[in-house]
Structure formats: C-alpha cells, structure tokens
C-alpha cells in the first residue's frame, strides 16, 4: 500500500479517547508492517509425465522493519520529537512507551543476528570488555622502566657497508 493511500486511511491517535483504543491503533502498525501476501500454486515438473504443484508465497507489500518513526508516522504524529512529548506525559504515554519498548526489542532482536551487534547491544548496556582498574592506589601503578643498551657495532646503512 503507498504511504499515500496509508495517509488517508490511517488511524490518529490523538483523536482517539481511551487507552484500549490507542492499544489497537498501535497493534494496527505492527500488523501493517508485517506486509501483506497471498500464495499462488506453481507447477514443478517432478518426472516427464507428473506434474506436481507447491505453494509459493507472492508478497503483495513486502514487511518493513520495525521504527520508532514509522510508528509516529502511522499514528499521526507529525514528528518523533512529538510523540517523544506524548510518550512522556500524554494521556497514552503507558500505551506508548510498551510499543516503542517492543520496537526496540526487534532492534535487539537484529542485533543479535552477528557477533558484532552483541557486542555493541552489551556495550550499550554497561558491559566492558576489560575489568575495571583500582583508581589511586600506588601498589598496582607498577611502571615498567626499560633501558636501551647499544652492544656491538651500530648496524649498516646498506649492503656495500657490510664486509664479510
């Protein structure tokens, strides 16, 4: 469906007057952005004389991940800094804040798909990869002091200062 169409026929929160219907408003963006298909029975030939059919999925919409401005989108706001502002302190800021926690449960969800974006999902949250160091105390600032001593003759410049 083009974001056109989607415009007219979208739901607007801020017309709407209870917390269950801001509930099925938000419900409403999850299954649009789950796409839309329907399957088709293509044939597969199996032998020279059978024929057999198996069902292919023909996406209609293809899904679409996830946003947190997807969502503001759908739900008709004009930015994500107001529904940040309706988030915080609106009628529906309950209703609000779960989905945009559940928007960032898919991100996590996608960062877990490699080790990198573990990485940076545990970094995100505290995890370091050293342990942390003792600040102040003198016994474990141990300094390493190393001496360069020249022994022998200093090395050649090139191959016609080496004489064998």
């Not at 026929?9 to 999850?30: H, T, W």
């Not at 032998?47 to 293809?62: A, F, G, L, N, Y």
Request: glycine share 8%; proline share 7%.
């Amino acid at each position: 469906m083009p974001f056109g169409i989607l415009n007219i026929m979208k739901p607007d929160l801020l017309s709407c007057n209870n917390a269950v219907r801001a509930g099925q408003f938000i419900d409403a963006y999850f299954t649009y952005i789950e796409g839309e298909y329907h399957i088709e029975q293509k044939p597969v030939k199996v032998t020279k004389d059978h024929v057999e059919t198996v069902d292919q999925k023909i996406w209609d919409r293809p899904p679409e991940p996830a946003t947190i401005s997807g969502l503001a989108f759908y739900l008709g706001f004009n930015s994500r800094d107001e529904l940040e502002a309706y988030r915080t302190g609106g009628a529906f800021a309950d209703v609000l804040k779960r989905a945009v926690l559940r928007i960032e449960a898919s991100y996590e969800v996608a960062l877990h798909q490699n080790a990198t974006g573990a990485m940076f999902a545990l970094k995100s949250i505290g995890w370091n990869e050293k342990p942390p160091q003792p600040a102040g105390n003198a016994e474990n600032n141990n300094i390493l002091k190393v001496e360069i001593i020249n022994t022998g003759p200093p090395p050649a410049g090139n191959e016609k200062d080496v004489s064998l």
